[in-house]
C-alpha cells in the first residue's frame, strides 16, 4: 500500500467512511487547532432505529462563541443526553448479535461524564480501535492551516453530514448485515457502531482493512 498522511476532525462515533478512511492511512492526523463547527459529525453520529435513521446529537457550550476551538467545546449534560443516547442505542441494537460485547465497550461513556467533546471522542475513538485490536498511531495538528500541504489528504470537511461522499477505494465498505435492514433496504454510511454491533470483529474486513499488528 502506498504512503497516506490523511487529516482527519474529530468525531462522535464517527461514520463508516471517517473509519475507512482513518484505517486505509499509514499516517492519521486529527485537526486540533481548529474552531469548532456545528451540524458536523464533531458532534453527532447516526444510527439506524426501528423508525430510520437517527441522529444523536451532544449539546455543547462553547465558552469563546464563534471562535471556540475544539479542544475547548464544553459537553452540556444538563439536558440528560447521555441517558437518551444510551436508551436510543440499546433500542436499536439489543438484537444485534453482538451487542453485549459492544455494549460493554460504550457504555462507560454514558456513565462517566468528561468536560471536553475532545477529550470524550478521542478517548471513545480509542476504545473502539482498541476493540477492533488495531494498533492505529493517531497524530495531533500542532497549528491550524487553512490549506494542507502536498502530500496529505484533507477529510476535515469533506466527511460530513451535509456531503455524500463518491464511492472510492479509500473508503468504500462491502454492505453487511443491519437489524433494520427488511425495512429500509441498506443504509450506507451510518455510525461505525452500526457495523460494530452487526459484525463485531468481521468489521476490519468489511472496511477492508488488514490488521497491521
Known amino acids: 500500500m502506498?504512503?497516506?498522511?490523511?487529516?482527519?476532525?474529530?468525531?462522535?462515533l464517527p461514520p463508516v467512511h471517517y473509519m475507512s478512511a482513518l484505517l486505509s492511512a499509514d499516517r492519521i492526523i486529527i485537526e486540533a487547532h481548529?474552531?469548532?463547527l456545528k451540524q458536523t459529525y464533531r458532534n453527532r453520529c447516526?444510527?439506524?432505529?426501528?423508525n430510520g435513521p437517527l441522529p444523536l446529537v451532544i449539546p455543547v457550550i462553547k465558552p469563546k462563541g464563534?471562535?471556540?476551538g475544539i479542544t475547548e467545546v464544553i459537553i452540556d449534560y444538563s439536558t440528560g443526553w447521555n441517558r437518551n443516547h444510551w436508551r436510543a442505542i440499546e433500542s436499536a441494537y439489543r438484537t444485534s448479535a453482538y451487542f453485549e460485547f459492544i455494549a460493554d465497550v460504550l457504555k462507560p461513556f454514558y456513565s462517566n461524564p468528561f468536560n471536553t467533546l475532545w477529550e470524550f471522542n478521542n478517548e471513545l475513538l480509542k476504545a473502539i480501535l482498541d476493540f477492533l485490536e488495531l494498533p492505529v498511531n493517531i497524530n495531533f495538528t500542532s497549528t491550524f492551516h487553512k490549506v494542507e500541504p502536498e502530500g496529505v489528504l484533507d477529510l476535515r470537511y469533506a466527511i460530513s453530514p451535509k456531503a455524500k461522499m463518491p464511492e472510492t477505494s479509500l473508503h468504500a465498505t462491502l454492505p453487511y448485515f443491519q437489524v433494520f435492514e427488511h425495512?429500509?433496504?441498506?443504509?450506507?454510511?451510518?455510525?461505525?457502531i452500526d457495523l460494530l454491533f452487526n459484525e463485531g470483529l468481521m468489521a476490519r474486513e468489511?472496511?477492508?482493512?488488514?490488521?497491521?499488528g
Open 46 to 50: 447516526v444510527i439506524l432505529s426501528a
Open 206 to 212: 468489511i472496511l477492508r482493512i488488514k490488521d497491521k
Open 66 to 68: 464563534n471562535h471556540t
Open 183 to 192: 425495512r429500509f433496504g441498506f443504509t450506507p454510511n451510518l455510525s461505525i
Open 34 to 36: 481548529e474552531t469548532y
Open 2 to 12: 502506498s504512503s497516506k498522511t490523511i487529516l482527519l476532525s474529530t468525531a462522535y
